[in-house]
């Protein structure tokens, strides 16, 4: 039993080292993958406007 609530703890303190650092990867992914959204969409927003500088949204068409 002794052996058996050893690893146990070994198992829980490993978690509790590991978990600060992986919410940290995860939350900064989460960052990344915003930051990239919004440059693309504001690539996109600059060609439209450079193909069609009368229009406001990409709703319109002819």
Known sequence: ????LTILALIALFVLL???PLYW?????A???R???ARIDHELRELHERRSPNRD??????
């Open 18 to 20: 590991a978990l600060p």
């Open 25 to 29: 990867h995860v939350k900064d992914r």
């Open 35 to 37: 930051v990239r959204l």
């Open 57 to 62: 949204d990409y709703s319109r068409t002819n």
């Open 1 to 4: 039993m002794d052996t058996f």
């Open 31 to 33: 960052t990344d993958r």
